[in-house]
C-alpha cells in the first residue's frame, strides 16, 4: 500500500477520534461525553472510496466539530440542559451527507447548541432536521435575507394578452441583488413548500412605495425590458405586486437553527 493511502486511511479514523474525545470541554463535560457516543456511533462507521474525497470530508468533519465545540462551550452552565437524544441523534445522522456545504452544516450546529440552551431549547423541534436536509445552501442564505419576521415585497411581471388573459413572464422579482429573478423564484417556492414562507397571489400592500426596492432593483430593470421587447400586437406588461410573509414556524426555526 502506498503511503499516500496509508495517510488518507489513516487521518479519517484520527478526525473521528479526534471528536469523540475533544467535542466539549469542561463546562459542559457530562453533555459532552452523551454526545460523543452518539458522535462515535453515527460517524465511527463513515468510510469514503476515494482517497481525495476521504481527505474532503474529514476536512469537513473536523470543521463540524470545531463549530460544534465552539458553540457548546459558550453555553453558560446554569443554562445547559440535558441532549434530546431524539434531536441529536437525527441532527448528526443527517449531517453526514451536508457537512461539505458550510451554510448548511453551520445550521445543524446551531440547532445543536439551541437543543443544550434552556434559553432556546422550546423553540427546537425534530422537523427541522428534515427542513435543513431539503434546503439548498442558497436556500439558507435567502431565508436568513428574507427574516426577521417582516413581510419583504415582491413583483411578478406578467404579460396580458388579448385572447389568454394573463401570462407569467418573470415570476416574484425581489429587492435581492446577489441572486437572478429566477434563482429567488426556485428558493422562494422550495421555503414555501417547506412552509417557511407564505406567498399570497392576491395580497399587496396600500403603500406602494414599499415595492420601490424591488422597481429600483437592476434584475428587475432587465426583466422589465426584456419583457416590453417581447411584447407582441395587442398585448401589454402587466405587475402583479405581492409580498412574503413569514409564519410562527419560520420565526422558530430561525431562532433554533440561525439566530
Known sequence: MSEDKKTFIKLVPEAIDNATKNIIDEP???????????????????????????LKYSYALQEFEN????????????????????????????????????????????????????????????????????????????????????????????????????????????????YTPAQCATSFSSLSRLGLINIDRDAQYMNKSLYNPVRQNPHFIKAQNDCLQNLKEGEEIYFREQYIATNELSDSFYKACIG
Open 67 to 178: 463549530e460544534l465545540k465552539e458553540k457548546i462551550s459558550k453555553i453558560p452552565k446554569n443554562k445547559c440542559v440535558e441532549p434530546d437524544m431524539q434531536i441529536i441523534g437525527t441532527v448528526l445522522d443527517a449531517s453526514k451527507y451536508c457537512i461539505e456545504k458550510s451554510e448548511i452544516r453551520r445550521m445543524f450546529v446551531k440547532l445543536i447548541e439551541s437543543s443544550l440552551h434552556s434559553d432556546y431549547c422550546q423553540y427546537v423541534h425534530p422537523s427541522y432536521v428534515e427542513i435543513i436536509k431539503q434546503m439548498s445552501p442558497m436556500d439558507a442564505k435567502i431565508f436568513n435575507i428574507i427574516m426577521p419576521p417582516v413581510s419583504k415585497p415582491i413583483i411578478s411581471i406578467e404579460i396580458r394578452t388579448p385572447s389568454s388573459g394573463l401570462l407569467p413572464f418573470c415570476r416574484n422579482c425581489s429587492w435581492i441583488t446577489e
Open 28 to 54: 459542559t463535560k457530562n453533555i459532552g461525553t452523551t454526545l460523543a457516543d452518539i458522535w462515535y456511533l453515527i460517524f465511527g462507521g463513515i468510510s469514503q472510496a476515494a482517497d481525495k474525497r476521504k
